[in-house]
């Protein structure tokens, strides 16, 4: 790890693994993106994302997959997948999951753009997809935003 890295106190990149038994926005961390200068796509793919559906209790499964064009601060990914696991015994349906999800990274990292996918797996006979973005104010991210909402395609 470079030495800029290194001072960015990350807490939970290169120790020992500890899981949060509930939904825990606090294990997010960030650090900085050197490249603020260029608009480029980092893509996070979580193909066995599970929580709890919020009425019965039954485990629901998915796969998260999340898009975002960086600004000044960048989600860690070891911090990413121990939150993205503090979902397993939360319960919340799945449009909710999605866009809590979108939101706590809005406000961790205020990126330029971002779109999260929850492609969960069938129950009932009924698969459902929700799709949630954002993109800066004011900025012609948020036109990125409306017109990728607006042309989105189902899977």
């Known amino acids: 790890m470079s030495e800029t890295r290194k001072q960015e106190g990350l807490q939970h990149l290169g120790q020992k693994t500890q899981y949060s038994m509930d939904y ?32 019965t209790g039954q485990p629901d499964f998915a796969e998260i997959k999340i898009l975002y064009l960086p600004g000044e601060r960048m989600v860690e990914s070891k911090s990413l997948k121990l939150y993205l696991f503090s979902f397993r015994n939360h319960g919340d349906f799945h449009e909710d999951c999605v866009n809590t999800i979108m939101k706590d990274l809005v406000r961790l990292m205020n990126p330029k753009y971002i779109e999260v996918v929850g492609l969960f797996t069938p129950r009932g006979g009924i698969s459902i997809y929700p799709f949630a973005n954002y993109g800066r104010p004011g900025t012609k991210y948020a036109g990125l935003a409306e017109q990728r909402l607006l042309s989105h395609q189902l899977l």
């Open 24 to 55: 825990d926005p606090t294990v997010l961390e960030t650090f900085e993106n050197l490249h603020q200068e260029n608009d480029y796509w980092v893509q996070f793919n979580c193909p066995e994302f599970t929580t709890l559906c919020p009425i």
